[in-house]
């Protein structure tokens, strides 16, 4: 048998342990199911030692008795109070690798003496060498130490050797920095690296802390900020709603006996909506989008070198974030790999790779199909299609999932409302697999613009609950879709392939004899699809930015010249990023 090394991702605010089994790299599980420790560290009431959970929740209370974000502090030559004692950031950092290997060896049931760990790319030599002191003082071989984008890269790209632009996107609890790596056969290499080690996910609950403060102290007239107890409460708080808030658009704050106020009790009842929640955090979005174009020129680089984008760090499952970076690089992030994960899983990739083992995959489940509804969507400034798909779970996300969003009524006074559901990418509902469809009745008489939130629950085994609300009364009416992932394969594929060939058939001949040329140059008037993808680039253009209007011009000169070529392969992948765009401009 070979040697056992694991993977280690020794993170600001959560740590993880991996291994590769039967080729395939696997976070290892405590041995009460949980993937992740949180790297706290603390003493606790009795004078035991905390490390993890039971660590994180004395924190709020017990800040004098618990160490957070020791990582910050690794090669700095300094000690950090515990209770009294004094410790250097190798020692606190060695009770969470000691914690780790336990884990390892515990689900293995054999010891664990070799490890690989993982560091930002932005360490220096004293930052490194700290953390290979840490491994040693908890008993670990360090044999290598890596990069953490170069991990995560591995982790999406273990079986391929293109070559490869890819760009990290690591916005964590606590750190954020952007790398752009360059990928050839089995050379990782870190071209740029930039980034701020104190803006993270930390900073959005604080705004959320801050807001749920403010709403007590004018509603209720009192101030919460320096009771601990309630200021702890309000911080899990803030930080559930902000983690709702990435799944549906709004989040429900109830809670009771926040405070008193004259003997009475205070509660706490408000609604935050997404959109207003976006707004809260958008200068630290924006910053990490300053880091962003500070890489790419320290690497020599501009947007459209990127050939893909990594999200790692548990904030990147904030929307906006995705929104952004495809507005500014038009790709799609990668998000089939649970980014809170992925850079233990590449961890214990360069680890098993160094211990001689192949690895041929990450151990995933997501989901290969986008589920969503439809409803009406713009076609020009005047024009509406009653169609338009609107996806609600993406393909790729991992597995299970719960994702929201709300629609509106559209007229005054409408007393029901049809949900669709559907399984497919295309923007035009009717072109994707309609999967369960069910109407929900007795709305409240009131004009349009009532809001009915629709919600998706995907579990592991492919069944699919599908929920509308109307959100004022909490009216629900539900259905449950079985086995939408296995089931549709096949049927799935057959209606992919006479997609297909509907599209490319008979209209790709007409295309490359001259036709084309009477559609904006483009294509012919016998397929649906690409009409109606015509007809929106074309009014879209109105209102597309310049660079947008460029790249819209590009693809309809490309679905030209592969149509006259004869080559469907071309002219389906520019159609697709054509519809990608058009599809983004409308949103
Ligand atoms: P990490 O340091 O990579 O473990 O990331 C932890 C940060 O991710 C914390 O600030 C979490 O609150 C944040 N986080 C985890 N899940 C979500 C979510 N669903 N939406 C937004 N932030 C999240």
């Known amino acids: 048998m070979s040697e056992i090394i694991i993977g280690i991702d020794l993170g600001t605010t959560n740590s993880e342990v991996a291994i590769v089994e039967n080729g395939r790299s696997t976070i290892i599980a405590d041995s009460e199911g949980r993937k992740i420790l949180p790297s ?52 606190i950092s060695a009770v969470i690798l000691k914690r780790l ?22 360490f220096s030599d004293a930052q490194r060498q ?9 008993g670990l071989e360090v044999v290598r130490i890596i990069n953490e984008p170069t991990a ?79 200021m702890a409460r309000i911080n899990r708080i803030a930080e559930a709603a902000k983690r709702a808030l990435s799944d549906q658009p709004y989040a429900s704050i109830q809670e009771e006996y926040m405070a008193e106020k004259d003997g009475a009790p205070v509660h706490l009842s408000l609604e935050l909506s997404r959109e207003d929640y976006q707004d809260m955090i958008a200068e630290y979005v924006d910053e ?12 020599n680089l501009t947007t459209s070198d990127i050939d893909e984008i990594l999200l790692v760090g548990g904030s990147t499952r904030t929307p906006v974030i995705s929104e952004r970076l495809f507005e500014e690089f038009r790709l799609e992030p990668q ?29 995933v489940d997501i989901t290969p199909y986008t589920f969503g509804t439809s409803a009406i969507g713009p076609l020009g400034d005047n024009e509406f299609y009653p169609h338009a798909y609107v996806p609600i779970i993406r393909k790729n996300t991992p597995l299970p999932v719960r994702k929201s969003e709300a629609f ?76 939408v992932i296995g089931h549709f394969q096949e ?41 109606t993808l015509i007809l929106r680039a074309r009014l879209l253009m109105e209102k597309a930015s310049e660079e947008d209007k460029e790249d819209i011009i590009d693809l309809l000169e490309q679905i030209n010249d592969a149509a006259s070529k004869n080559d469907p392969v071309a002219l389906g992948t520019a159609m697709n990023t054509l519809t990608d765009i058009l599809f983004y401009l409308e949103n």
């Open 40 to 91: 706290f560290v603390g003493i606790g009431e009795n004078g035991e030692i905390l490390v993890g959970e039971a660590a994180r929740n004395q924190y709020m209370l017990y800040p004098e008795r618990t160490v957070k974000s020791i990582k910050r502090s690794m090669g700095e030559d300094v000690r950090v109070d515990l209770a009294g004692h004094l410790y250097s950031p190798q020692e």
């Open 101 to 122: 290997k336990s884990i390892a060896e515990e689900y293995l049931g054999q010891p664990v003496q070799k490890a690989v760990i993982t560091v930002p790319a932005y």
């Open 130 to 138: 700290a953390t290979r002191e840490a491994g040693e003082i908890a």
């Open 152 to 230: 995560a890269a591995l982790a999406y790209e273990a079986r391929q050797g293109a070559h490869k632009r890819i760009m990290v996107y690591d916005l964590g609890g606590g750190t954020f920095d952007v790398s752009i790596v360059s990928m050839e056969d089995d050379v990782v290499e870190v071209l740029a690296s930039h980034g701020n080690n104190r803006l993270g996910g930390d900073d959005f609950d604080a705004r959320i802390v801050q807001h749920l403060v403010d709403y007590i102290r004018e509603t209720h007239g009192v101030d919460v900020s320096e009771q601990r107890q309630t």
């Open 288 to 299: 990490t989008f300053d880091a962003i174009h500070k890489a790419l020129s320290s690497a």
């Open 335 to 363: 998000r089939n790999v649970d980014p809170d994960l992925c850079v233990a899983l590449g961890a214990a990739i360069q680890a098993a790779s160094i211990g001689g083992n192949r690895v041929s995959s990450v151990l």
């Open 408 to 483: 509106y009524t559209m007229v005054d006074g409408q007393k029901d409302v049809r949900c669709t559901i559907y399984q497919g990418e295309d923007f035009d509902a009717l072109n994707n697999i309609k999967i369960g469809e069910f109407m929900i009745t007795g709305l409240r008489d009131v004009p349009a613009g009532n809001v009915i939130t629709v919600s998706l629950d995907l579990d592991i085994n492919g069944i699919l609950h599908v929920s509308a609300t109307e959100k004022e009364t909490g009216l629900e009416k539900s259905i449950t879709i079985n086995n």
């Open 491 to 531: 049927e799935a594929l057959e209606q992919a392939r006479s997609r297909v060939s509907a599209l490319f058939g008979a209209s790709v001949e007409q295309l490359a004899s001259g036709e084309a040329a009477q559609a904006n140059g483009v294509a012919g008037e016998d397929t649906e699809k690409t009409k």
